[in-house]
């Protein structure tokens, strides 16, 4: 019969399929999860707890992206429950989700914390994510402290977190840590333009630094920036 070497074939090519299909290797954190509570060998039980950390990673990152901190948080205490160590890119999806929208700042100043406990050393979206948070609820002196923690650390932070910092000095009248930041700034060759210093000349403002004032305009011009009074 023609269909004999036919449905044999079928067989043969389909059986391979089948058994990856019976066996296809968990990897959603749910089958993971269910996965390491069965009978494992050794070699499997290592392999599937390797796996499991990854995606908890995966889990806390992605929820921290999309800012649902109480999602990111539980993975993170969920990863702690299990005795993994979380790397810094988890600990600062967390600390986004808690900064970038909510005012979950002293929480993020919590998981700050706990990465150097941890003998880890924070990344820069790990402290610039603690800035805004503190920001945006007018916690500008903790906004500031923060970026002296970062430079404290050996972290090198870019111009962008800078500004940041001086935002904070601008609207909190912060006006000698903004002169601070101008320094550091040029000493790590990362030019304040005409936009830092107006920042700084800000701060001076609003503490009522006029004497100051006048001494950072004076700074600017000398660098040849155009300031805005």
Known sequence: CLLVPFLICEILLDGPRAFAR??????????LRQRIQGELSQQEYKSTLASLQDAYEHEIIKWGRRRKWEKALGYLQEMK????????????????ACCEKVKK?????ELLGEI???EMV??????KWAMSGCA????????VDVLREMLGTGVRGRKKTFMEALNACRYGG???DAIDIIEVM?????????????????ACLVANEDDWFDVMEDKAASRGYEIEI
């Open 22 to 31: 019976k066996h296809v290797f968990p990897v959603t954190l749910r089958e």
């Open 81 to 96: 429950d299990y005795d993994f160590q979380p790397g810094v890119p988890a600990f600062s999806a967390a600390i986004r």
């Open 105 to 109: 700042w002293q929480t993020g100043l």
């Open 116 to 118: 150097k406990e941890r």
């Open 122 to 127: 924070p990344d820069e979206e790990a402290f």
């Open 136 to 143: 945006k609820d007018r916690a500008w002196k903790f906004s």
């Open 174 to 176: 912060l006006w000698q």
């Open 186 to 202: 040029e000493y790590t060759d990362l030019d304040p333009a005409t936009e830092g210093f107006n920042k700084a000349m800000d």
